[in-house]
Structure formats: C-alpha cells, structure tokens
C-alpha cells in the first residue's frame, strides 16, 4: 500500500485510510450509499488514481458525494467534504456484466484539491498488493479476514473513519467458488458495505500452505477480495387477523460474496484497451 502523504501510521491505520463512504444522489435526492476504495492505475507516463466499488453502488444516480481527510495542519480529525459529479465517461466499467466492479475516476478530484491548497490524506492499494497466481494458491481453505466499509451507512462522522469487521473465508479463497471468480467470507454484510476492500491481515505470522510451514513473525498483507452482495434467508411468520396474512421477514446470514481482487487486473486491462484505441500514448 502506499500511503500519501508520508506518515508514521501503523499499518492498521494505514488500512482505515484506504476507504471512504460513498453516498449517491439523483436529482438531487438520496438514492443510497456504499463504500470506495483508492486504487492507483499506473503504467508508462500514465498514472491515476480510482475509486473502486460495485457498479450496482452507482445504478441509477447521477452524483457521488464522498469525505476525504486533508492534512493541512497535521490534525487527524480535519476532514473536507468533496461533491463529485461524474458521466459515464469518467467510469471505468468491468467488461463482464456478471462481475459488480466498477472504478470512478479519481485523479480531476485530487487534482482540485491540490490546486485548492489542500493535502489528501489517503492510503492507496496498488497492484502490488494483489496476491500473485501462486499466492493464490498458497492461500490455506480458512484464512482470516479484515473487512473495512461503512454498513447500513455506518461510519465514524465525527473522525471521518470507516468501520472495521473481521471474520474468515467460508470458502476456500484458493479455488473459484460456484466457478466465478469468487469467494465467499464469514462476516455479518448489510447494504452500504457494497465495495468494501477485504483483506488479508496477519501482523503476527501466518501459516503458509506452499512450505507447509507456519511463518511466525512474519507480517502479511493483501487484497484479496471486494465485497458485492450477501445470502439472506426468509422468516415467515403469521399474524391472525381472521383471514390469516402472511408476511416474510428477509434477514442477513451473516455471510458476504466478494470479487476476487485479480478482477481489478482485468479493469485495468480495460482501460489500457480502451487508451490504445484513443491513439494517446503512454
């Protein structure tokens, strides 16, 4: 992860920089919320910074409003609000309709800020923090997971800072569940943590399956995944009022579906596709 600007934040601090609460508007109006992550892009001379999330996030608004830290005097509390109004052309889609992952383009904001005088203070995920095809593999059936969103819109407003679940994969992260690129976590998932970054975060030692062998002390962090929907489960229940109505009560199971993070390679495959077609080098 790189943090901007330089800090002496631990990584666990690190990580609550990474995220922002999402909220979106049409017309005007609220239309729901979810959670962003910063991701940079970065090739050749090129080199931008994204806002990733679910594209069922955005459906169907027309404006994002998300609350960025500044660090202008050094305080931690200090934070701006920032309206983004964005098109289509400023998204960065996933080519596959069947993967809920999407990016919006970031770097005109933090252009402003700079320009306005302000210093964004941000983690950003990068590449490099995508576990490689053999890390992958190496992944053990059950790993412990750090989940950072805003749930049910949930967040720290006063200090501007997301809310943190932990929990482990309930399928193994090494193979693709149902086939798709997909795993699923054991972690309580509400609307609003739609985009939330789920990573790997072993402080203190791991075990690693290729050497068979437990690498104790040794620290580890990844992006393994971004949540996008959760299973709920029907309660029916009666209520006597002579004709006997019934309703059903749709409750979370406690279980999230997330995006592998490797999916994030193929939006940045995307966008490299859709530069070389616009003939502007990089």
């Not at 934040?9 to 920089?17: G, R």
């Not at 005088?117 to 053990?140: C, M, R, S, Y």
């Not at 203190?204 to 929907?229: A, E, T, V």
């Not at 592998?260 to 596709?273: A, Q």
Request: net charge negative; charged share 20%; glycine share 8%.
């Amino acid at each position: 992860m790189v943090d901007l600007p330089k800090s002496t934040l631990t990584v666990a601090e690190q990580m609550l920089y990474t995220t922002v609460k999402i909220d979106t508007y049409k017309l005007g109006l609220p239309t729901g919320s979810g959670t962003g992550f910063f991701y940079r892009i970065k090739k050749g001379k090129f080199d931008a910074i994204f806002l990733i999330t679910n594209k069922h996030v955005l459906r169907d608004s027309d404006q994002v409003t998300t609350r960025f830290h500044i660090d202008d005097d050094g305080s931690e509390r200090k934070s701006k609000l920032w309206n983004t109004t964005f098109n289509f052309k400023e998204i960065l889609l996933h080519p596959d309709e069947n993967v809920d992952l999407c990016g919006i383009n970031f770097s005109l904001t933090h252009d402003a800020m700079i320009a306005a005088g302000h210093k964004p203070k941000f983690t950003i995920v990068q590449k490099a923090d995508i576990p490689t095809a053999l890390e992958w593999q190496n992944l053990d059936a059950i790993e412990d997971v750090t989940m950072i969103g805003c749930p049910r819109g949930i967040y720290d407003e006063y200090n501007n800072f997301p809310i943190v679940r932990r929990g482990i994969t309930s399928s193994n992260p090494s193979i693709l569940y149902n086939g798709k690129s997909e795993f699923m976590v054991d972690i309580a998932c509400f609307p609003g943590s739609s985009g939330s970054p789920i990573f790997l975060y072993n402080p203190l030692g791991y075990f690693d399956k290729g050497s068979n062998s437990y690498m104790l002390g040794n620290s580890r962090i990844k992006l393994l995944g971004i949540l996008h929907s959760g299973p709920t489960i029907n309660a029916k229940g009666e209520i006597i009022l002579g004709q006997n109505p019934s309703v059903e009560i749709s409750t979370m199971m406690h279980l999230g579906y997330a995006i592998r993070s490797s999916e994030l390679l193929v939006l940045e495959d995307t966008l490299w596709r859709f530069i070389s077609d616009s003939g502007v080098e990089i």
